[in-house]
């Protein structure tokens, strides 16, 4: 199983289809949980994709439109029934709280929900910390929709990568390695080791969620040199009027976002019903204004998409 991946609960846009839930997106991050807009029916999917509700750590709601936040009380509940061992944290645009609030207090849960709100207020890093010895910080900016809605970009800083070869070569094992890491430089009898004598450096991993919106500043920005893009296409360009109107994106606005923004993969989803179950057509659409450098995926449910390996 990869350790940094993302899993597809749902597909859907305002209507669920036979082969597609409502919007559901666990991201798994080396032992760190985070599940994005939880629509109708997510406590189910996240048993068929085999993730416990009680392992989420974060919660992220775009908005509050229902396909994107009425999974949140059966999920929440999950967790009591579960007896998760930590609260769980809720990002959600802060003009929506009463909004929240009545989800919070839906379907009366056996017990108390160990829950920490963080409300969107600014745009910016919402959260920074630390799992599997590598940072992480969850970034925040509004987008372009009908109501008050974000969109969330989980990133680790640039880093150092040990290289084994230049380790032995200088002599460095066991605790000398993370007393080198920890302080940039070892002395070794007459010898003075640095971190740059023994690493490279290491690229920082990104995926950025980006939901119900028109094109706007936000979307590129959260999505800028990201490794995954996970990005709503609910309409195809010939019914470009009617995304404009409800306040979303084209597959082939969603592929010029991925152009414009320098985006590795490009992972389509929230799909119209008016298209039926053919996905692929969204997928071919993107591909012809992202362009060769970005690769394209629709999305179907219960998908697992791992990462992209490093950039050199």
Known sequence: MASRELVILGTASQVPTRTRNHNGYVLRWDGFTLLFDPGEGSQRQLQHASVSAASVD??????????????????????TLDDAAEHVVLHFPAASAQDVLMLRHAGAPAGPVPLVEAPVTVDGVQAEGRVAGSRW????????????AVGYRLEEPDGLRFL???????GVSGPDVGRLA????????DTVVTL???TQPRRGQSVAVVMDTRVCAGAVELARGCDVLLCESTYLHADADLAQAYGHLT??????????AGVRLLVLTHFSRRYGDDVEQFAVEARRSAGPDVDVVAARDLDRIALPSRRP
Request: hydrophobic share 45%; glycine share 10%; with cysteine.
């Open 164 to 170: 084994p070869e230049l380790l032995a070569a200088r």
């Open 251 to 260: 597959a082939r606005q969603a592929g010029e976002v991925a152009a414009k």
């Open 137 to 148: 910080r969850l970034v925040a900016r509004a987008l372009d929709h009908r109501i008050p």
């Open 196 to 198: 740059e004598d023994v």
């Open 182 to 189: 920890q302080s940039g430089r070892l002395v070794l009898g």
């Open 58 to 79: 974060r919660i992220c709601l775009t908005h509050l439109h229902g396909d994107h936040c009425l999974g949140l009380p059966g999920v929440l509940a999950r967790r």
